[in-house]
């Protein structure tokens, strides 16, 4: 698919898997959504 440069931008943004649960649940939202090819 080529999200390489996107998945680790996102990862990046919430420096890992985020601070608490709240920032987690965002960054799985967020790579979710490149998956299915929503920005």
Excluded at 1 to 28: C, F, H, I, P, S
Aim: net charge positive; proline share 3%; aromatic share 8%.
């Amino acid at each position: 698919m080529g999200l390489g440069k996107e998945v680790a931008r996102v990862v990046m943004k919430y420096q890992g898997y985020g601070k608490n649960l709240d920032e987690t649940r965002q960054l799985y939202g967020e790579l979710r959504a490149l998956l299915k090819g929503k920005p």
